[in-house]
């Protein structure tokens, strides 16, 4: 009898335990993805920016280590859905190279051309 006590009370403390932690901030998301990305480790990094993404969708920046990590993982459907919320967020030059890049990268040569022109205009 004194087991099963024992036992319910350990299986409540762990349960309460994992309740207690703290929810993430974006900040801790970012950086969890930073770290992540600079070992190498670019699938757990792609969860930790589509979690940032998930709590304040404009991060711009969140979308764009996000690619960045999709690209070395060359996940093609994942990379065509960022590269659209990315340059949703911010056309910038440096975004329309990136997706560029993005583009060759899993063989969609003609939206990859596409940009550069947008970019050679840009640059006009």
Do not use: C, W
């Amino acid at each position: 009898m004194l087991g099963v006590i024992f036992l319910a009370g350990t299986v409540y403390f762990l349960k309460k335990k994992r309740h207690d932690l703290p929810v993430p901030t974006e900040s801790d998301l970012f950086s969890m993805g930073q770290i992540s990305a600079s070992k190498n480790n670019h699938a757990q990094a792609a969860i930790y920016f589509k979690k940032l993404l998930e709590k304040d969708p404009r991060h711009s920046i969140a979308a764009r280590f996000l690619l960045e990590s999709q690209m070395r993982l060359n996940e093609k459907n994942q990379i065509i859905e960022t590269i659209d919320l990315l340059l949703k967020m911010d056309p910038s030059e440096s975004n329309l190279k990136l997706a560029a890049s993005a583009y060759f990268q899993i063989g969609e040569k003609n939206r990859g051309e596409d940009l550069l022109k947008k970019i050679t205009s840009i640059q006009k």
